[in-house]
């Protein structure tokens, strides 16, 4: 009988890579940890900043403490580190804020159960433990949430209080009582449609954060053509994505002999009639105002001044989408039929000065929640930064617009879940109680790295804040403009249940995912092969 060989068997093509259980396992572990730990300084209304330097010819620089900017920015080698970096964008898809909050809390979570798999607990029996922690914390949430929808007056000021809190945390947090109402407006002109697509925001530098504003309208930062009209009343507008640029001779592909420079005249003379042609279908369906999506050339901007129509050209693909949508018209290729297509209208189109440039104003647009927020900035860093921000808060109000339930802030709701899964680890008998707490720890570590960001004493302020929730004070939390605990609802450091349960949910799955790997197979790379058939 042949003897079988103790040699390791490789069943993998050379090159391919395993790593095996413990190896596996702590390699998720440093990966996912490491991740939270770079954006952990982030966190809170202390939180610091991060540059992010871009590696391409320019090098563009970014400074941000958004979480899911940064783990755009970086290019993550490391599978567990890259499910955290999915997680955290697809938490800014779905209630754009929380990022941070999100990867914390699942590092935070994984850094636990390291300890657990170090005393021979075994991951599924974790898992058990952590799925009836995350369903008790989201219970307790839910319980917790209040729901002002019915009272105009209290749900304005819900918006103002979250708005107040997502900016606190961000740039504009010296300024957030102004961003924070620019963001209240322009969400309630929505009217609970939660379609950001109609707010606009335009950056201009210049001036000083709290010089940014409101504008009631759309601005499209483009300039009107030579000696056409520069302002219009009662405008129907034709939005259009088509060549205006024929009347020189494009002939590609072929060659043409012509015998005198008469003959080229002829050509040109036949592309130009053919531009008056296109020029006057498009003028018959009864327009003063035409917007391209493409160049438009002199000649045919020409015969627009002579029919006193204000001709836009080039007007990049973002803002005629999105003119479309505020003006009520559809964006046209063909102009056979005027009675099919739909025109854009708006009362007035006039040109305002922001700074040093011209903007066109279209007031009165057939989309009346559409609205334009001017944000003016010393550099374009704190312009970028400032946008995030601002994009973030948007986001939260839209949602909490269409969720109107709200929770305290200030690491109060962690505490909250914190104590209920604290409470059900006490009650459980068994390993899973061991992994219930793991989980209550890891939700105290959120306003305990609050604290930190803070300077202040993490371990004595959270002590007091777990001991209030202990007697029942469910609406205390960290105050961190003084450094003490106090009670939320009296500092309206409120946010969205929305976002409190995505966090919760996203950090509770993505951790029993990656905790659940013991296994880490990694294909071969691809043989760089020399091109012996160069095109």
């Keep these: 009988m042949a003897s079988l060989s103790m040699a390791p068997v490789n069943i993998f093509k050379h090159g391919a890579d395993e790593e095996k259980a413990e190896t596996a396992r702590l390699s998720s572990f440093v990966g996912a940890i490491a991740i939270g730990d770079l954006v952990k300084s982030t966190l809170g209304p202390k939180g610091m900043d991060k540059i992010l330097l871009g590696g391409g010819k320019g090098g563009s620089v970014t400074v941000t403490n958004d979480g899911a900017t940064i783990l755009k920015a970086i290019g993550v080698d490391n599978p567990a580190a890259k499910v955290l970096v999915d997680m955290s964008k697809v938490q800014d898809d779905e209630v754009g804020d929380g990022t941070t909050s999100v990867t914390v809390l699942a590092a935070e979570l994984l850094r636990e159960a390291e300890l657990l798999i170090a005393k021979k607990i075994h991951p599924q029996t974790i898992v058990a ?207 056979d039929h005027p009675e099919l297509v739909k025109l854009g209208h708006c009362k007035l189109i006039e040109e305002v000065m922001i700074g040093e440039d011209t903007l066109l104003h279209f007031s009165g647009v057939a989309m009346g929640e559409a609205c334009t927020i001017i944000l003016r900035g010393a550099t374009q860093q704190i312009l970028d930064e400032a946008e995030r921000s601002l994009h973030d808060a948007l986001c939260v109000l839209a949602q909490t617009v269409k969720e109107p339930r709200t929770v305290y802030g200030g690491g109060c709701s962690e505490m909250l879940m914190a104590k209920v899964v604290t409470d059900l680890a006490n009650r459980t008998p068994g390993k899973e109680a061991v992994a219930m707490e793991s989980f209550a720890k890891a939700l105290r570590m959120l306003p305990t790295t609050i604290a930190d960001n803070a300077g202040y004493d993490s371990a004595d302020l959270v002590a007091q804040l777990r001991a209030a929730h202990q007697e029942n004070k469910t609406t205390f939390g960290l105050n961190m403009s003084e450094g003490t605990v106090g009670n939320m609802a009296e500092l309206g450091i409120t946010e969205s249940f929305q976002v409190k349960r995505q966090v919760l949910l996203s950090a509770s799955e993505a951790a029993e995912m990656i905790l659940r790997v013991d296994n880490i197979i990694k294909a071969a790379p691809r043989k760089r092969v020399p091109d012996h058939h160069p095109c």
Excluded at 292 to 297: A, D, E, S, T, V
Excluded at 310 to 330: K, N, P, Q, S
């Design 129 to 335: 433990g952590w799925r009836q922690a995350t369903q008790v914390a989201r219970d307790a949430l839910r319980e917790a949430a209040v729901d002002h929808s019915n009272e105009p007056a209290r749900f304005q000021e819900d918006l103002l209080n979250i708005a107040r809190t997502t900016l606190s945390s961000k740039l504009l947090t010296h300024h957030k009582d102004h961003f924070a109402q620019l963001a209240v407006d322009a969400v309630m002109r929505l009217k609970g449609s939660g379609n950001l697509e109609a707010i606009h925001v335009i950056k201009k530098l210049g001036g000083s954060l709290t010089d940014s504003y409101l504008d009631e309208g759309f601005l499209l930062d483009k300039k009107i053509g030579v000696n056409q009209p520069k302002r219009l009343e009662n405008v129907n507008i034709l939005i259009a994505n088509t060549g205006m640029d024929t009347d020189k001779i494009k002939i590609f592909g072929s060659r043409v002999r012509v015998d005198s420079t008469a003959k080229v005249a002829e050509i040109e003379l036949a592309e130009k009639e053919k531009m008056k042609e296109k020029v006057d279908r498009i003028l018959k369906h009864g327009i003063n105002c035409f917007i391209n999506r493409q160049l438009i050339y002199n000649y045919p901007e020409q015969l627009f001044a002579q029919a006193g129509v204000m001709a836009i050209e080039h007007a990049d693909f973002a803002g005629v989408e999105r003119l479309a949508l505020v003006t009520g018209g559809e964006i046209t290729s063909t102009f």
